[in-house]
Every structure is written in C-alpha cells, then in structure tokens.
C-alpha cells in the first residue's frame, strides 16, 4: 500500500497508473479532478510514570556507651572526691566533673533522626 494514493475528487475511485497523471480523465466518470491523499503514519504515545514520594520518619536513640560510662563515672565520683578531699581543692574539683557531666551528658544519648525515601509507582 503506498503512502500516497490519488483518487478521483468526485467519485473517489482510486486511479492507479496513468489515470494518476494530470489532466488525465478519470476512468469511471471522466472528473478531471483529483485528491491526492498522503498518508500520515504516526505513533501517539502517551508515556507517562506517575509516581509518589513516600518519606517516612524514623527517629531512633542511639547510645554513646562510652560517654555514658564517663557520666555515670562522674555522677558517682565526684561527691567521693569531694569528700575525701576536704578543702577547697575537692571542691573545684566537684564542680569540674560536675560541668564535664554536664557538658557530655547531652552527646551520650543522641536522638537520630532519619528520613527515607520511598518511590511508589
Ligand atoms: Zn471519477
């Protein structure tokens, strides 16, 4: 089947050969006229993903053992040192490990959060 036919523009016979030629009656009615059709092949395609992000939020604890062990360390040293020495000394010395404490206490027991990404089709 070729891609471009010619038919008579009035009876819409198919003319094939030298009936295509112009000025060449057709063979059914004798119309000078002609429609020429040119087909048109062409692929409509409709490519389309359709997809969603599903994030979902994990929160976990994650323990710093060591720094935990040092605070609990602390905790329990501290007043000990402070009374066996029992001057000034001890004292600044209690305060120290107190702020130590303090300062890592925070970092022993850290809250991660992490996000995951989900791709649903
Ligand atoms: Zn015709």
Redesign the pocket.
């Known amino acids: 089947m070729s891609d471009h036919t010619i038919k008579?523009?009035?009876?819409?016979?198919e003319l094939v050969g030298e009936h295509q030629e112009h000025g060449a009656p057709?063979?059914?009615?004798?119309?000078l006229r002609k429609a020429h059709y040119v087909k048109v092949k062409g692929k409509v395609s409709v490519k389309g993903k359709v997809s969603a992000e599903v994030q979902s939020l994990k929160t976990t604890y994650e323990k710093n053992t060591s720094l935990l062990i040092i605070v609990i360390l602390i905790t329990i040293v501290s007043p000990i040192i402070g009374f066996i020495i029992a001057s000034w000394i001890g004292l600044v010395i209690g305060i120290t490990l107190s702020i130590v404490s303090f300062i890592i206490s925070p970092h022993a027991i850290s809250k991660v959060k992490s996000i995951y990404t989900k791709k649903v089709m």
Do not use: F
Request: glycine share 8%.
């Open positions: 008579c523009a009035d009876c819409e016979k057709c063979p059914s009615c004798g119309s």
